[in-house]
Nanobody
Framework: QLLLVESGGGLVQAGGSLRLSCAAS????????MGWFRQAPGKEREIVAA???????YYADPVQGRFTISRDNDKNTVDLQMNSLKPEETAVYYC?????????????????WGQGTQVTVSS
């Protein structure tokens, strides 16, 4: 069992920055994919960024160049640095872990989820 707890969400003005952190406990998968997803009201949950077991990162096109994902396997944390935030990025952000895949971009490849943290970007 992998327990994921997100923190760092909040209210920020457009153009501002936030840093989300995900703390993992229980069984950890340092060699497997970890990801950040988001879900806005009335929309499907979508991937934002992911980091593979080897440390390579994947970014969804809308956040490329503005967001940075990182992991610290010693501390069992996965962080998401978000810069130049836009109002349309207001959503609940979820941390996710895969027990099976080394690399994963699909929601279905992740089987552990945090409770989510609200990010609100005001215009």
């Amino acid at each position: 069992q992998l327990l994921l707890v997100e923190s760092g969400g909040g209210l920020v003005q457009a153009g501002g920055s936030l840093r989300l952190s995900c703390a993992a406990s229980g069984r950890t998968f340092s060699r497997n994919a970890m990801g950040w997803f988001r879900q806005a009201p009335g929309k499907e949950r979508e991937i934002v960024a992911a980091i593979w077991g080897g440390g390579s990162a994947y970014y969804a096109d809308p956040v490329q160049g503005r967001f940075t994902i990182s992991r610290d396997n010693d501390k069992n944390t996965v962080d998401l640095q978000m810069n130049s935030l836009k109002p349309e990025e207001t959503a609940v952000y979820y941390c996710a872990g895969s027990s099976t895949y080394y690399s994963a971009t699909s929601r279905r490849q992740y089987d552990y989820w945090g409770q989510g943290t609200q990010v609100t970007v005001s215009s």
